[in-house]
């Protein structure tokens, strides 16, 4: 049953990923892809609040955290998309994109883990 709750959780949060990289593109244009970055970012936010509720929280049981975790989280995020966006820069022959991205997506998504992790340790958030 959880491998049911995986697959939903996986595809809605395709689905969502795709509404925030669609929404990005209208907005901002296809320069920079801020969509996968955001994604990415807040999906590491997101998973590691998770990770952090789900060491004392009753409330969220083990098919709830696989069903957001790997489920929902893993179809939000995407590294694959974000790996090919450097490939194309550097292909592209923009080394400075490429770095700037590559940096900007790493210490994001490590920032957004660090408060993510401290935000589910505060009181009441349990």
Known sequence: MKLVWVCVGGAIGSGARFLVTTWSLTRYGSAFPYGTLAVNVLGSFLLALLFQLSRSATWLGPT????LGAGFLGGF????TFNLEVVQYVQNEQPRLAALYGTATLVGCLCAGFVGMHLGRLPGSR
């Not at 709830?64 to 069903?67: C, G």
């Not at 995020?77 to 694959?80: A, E, V």
């Open 64 to 67: 709830l955290q696989v069903a």
């Open 77 to 80: 995020t995407t590294y694959s």
